[in-house]
T-cell receptor, first 114, second 113 residues
Framework: SAVISQKPSRDICQRGTSLTIQCQVD?????MFWYRQQPGQSLTLIAT?????????ESGFVIDKFPISRPNLTFSTLTVSNMSPEDSSIYLC???????????FGSGTQLSVL | AQTVTQSQPEMSVQEAETVTLSCTYD???????LFWYKQPPSRQMILVIR??????QNATENRFSVNFQKAAKSFSLKISDSQLGDAAMYFC??????????FGEGTQLTVNP
């Protein structure tokens, strides 16, 4: 198995503010990803976090709204900027392990925007 | 583009019985991976089982097994001797090597005592 630490586990934020979510993995991984899960729905990929360079965003997601950093192989952050109630979701970090190609997830961040 | 379809939004099973969750996918790739993830109310995504497309043998993990039909692009999950702790949302997912997961819409499994 794998250990992926994600924090905070939950937060309640005011409209217009920003929140940064951190993801730390326990060993070297090939790729790290950020997903959003809106209430009652499946997971949607926001972006692939690239080490030392700009993240690769999926259609519908932009860097100004969801800036992502990955300064090294085992750590990444996702910021949700200028939040609105529509950003209320679960945000999940995922990592693909070098040794076995398995993908594991962090415990998720439950975000509520008032 | 790859797509994953789970046609059963909800399923239920009696404790100790067997249940099968369905999943189909569409891809033009020949080499890929298929996964089943479990998401209980805690929201943690838990990897249940993984299948490599190049392997003909169906993957098995304790009470969980898959029926992988590559030609039919079908990947069902069988849960044997169902337990109350198996109640969760189950997601089928697809990936190629080094790429991200594409998820189905999920199947909510209820286990009745």
């Amino acid at each position: 198995s794998a250990v992926i630490s994600q924090k905070p586990s939950r937060d309640i934020c005011q409209r217009g503010t920003s929140l940064t979510i951190q993801c730390q993995v326990d060993s070297q991984v090939t790729m790290m990803f950020w997903y959003r899960q809106q209430p009652g729905q499946s997971l949607t990929l926001i972006a692939t976090a690239n080490q030392g360079s700009e993240a690769t965003y999926e259609s519908g997601f932009v860097i100004d709204k969801f800036p992502i950093s990955r300064p090294n192989l085992t750590f990444s952050t996702l910021t949700v900027s200028n939040m609105s109630p529509e950003d209320s979701s679960i945000y999940l970090c995922s990592a693909r392990y070098t040794t076995n190609e398995k993908l594991f997830f962090g415990s998720g961040t439950q975000l509520s925007v008032l | 583009a790859q797509t994953v379809t789970q046609s059963q939004p909800e399923m239920s099973v009696q404790e100790a019985e067997t249940v099968t969750l369905s999943c189909t996918y569409d891809t033009s790739e020949s080499d890929y991976y298929l996964f089943w993830y479990k998401q209980p109310p805690s929201r943690q995504m838990i990897l249940v089982i993984r299948q490599e497309a190049y392997k003909q043998q169906n993957a098995t993990e304790n009470r969980f097994s898959v029926n992988f039909q590559k030609a039919a692009k079908s990947f069902s999950l069988k849960i044997s001797d169902s337990q109350l702790g198996d109640a969760a949302m189950y997601f089928c997912a697809y990936s190629t090597s080094g790429s991200r997961l594409t998820f189905g819409e999920g199947t909510q499994l209820t286990v009745n005592p």
